[in-house]
């Protein structure tokens, strides 16, 4: 009960937030638009393009895949293949790393492994298939397999911790 109530205040103040916008861009256009070429237009671009869309994938994500699947390819007894799908989804879908949370909260809630989650959080934020062209490009491929051969191993490793410790699922 608590967390729903927890849960519904979130969301009125999410509202409240918007509303509050909405009324400053009616009021005071010029002041949003100060608000947004003044500032650092990647994160505003992230917040107004991206993350919008974002939400909406894992919603959908959320609606169209049913947890049985998500328990057969990514849960407790998905073994060695269930690994390679949470670390390669880690590391293949783009976009900033807080982007990870929202998706793993779903994947959590539909039960997935605490492993296989630690693989896919611990992918996206440290092997990105699209930013390792960059990094190829631009420190060489030396410095690329080092830094993956470095990285891989602590990811599995704090994984293996991770199953290890013992948490509840939040019921947000």
């Not at 509202?15 to 009021?27: C, H, K, R, T």
């Not at 049913?66 to 293949?92: D, M, N, R, T």
Request: glycine share 6%; aromatic share 18%; hydrophobic share 55%.
């Amino acid at each position: 009960m608590i967390h729903k109530t927890k849960n519904r205040h979130h969301k009125f103040l999410l509202l409240l937030i918007v509303i509050a916008i909405a009324i400053i861009a009616f009021i005071r256009p010029e002041f949003l638009k100060t608000v947004f070429f003044e500032s650092n237009f990647s994160d505003i671009f992230m917040l107004l393009a991206y993350l919008p869309g974002f939400f909406i994938l894992v919603g959908l994500i959320e609606v169209w895949l049913p947890e049985s699947f998500i328990q057969k390819h990514l849960g407790k007894h998905s073994g060695l293949k269930g690994a390679l799908y949470a670390f390669f989804i880690g590391a293949a879908i783009p976009g900033p790393f807080y982007l990870a949370f929202p998706m793993a909260a779903m994947l959590w809630k539909k039960g997935v492994s605490k492993f296989n989650l630690s693989l896919f959080v611990g992918a996206w934020s440290c092997l990105k298939f699209g930013e390792e062209i960059f990094e190829l490009q631009f420190l060489g491929l030396r410095f690329l397999l080092l830094r993956v051969f470095l990285t891989v191993p602590f990811i599995v490793l704090m994984s293996f911790i991770m199953k290890k410790v013992h948490f509840e699922k939040s019921e947000n």
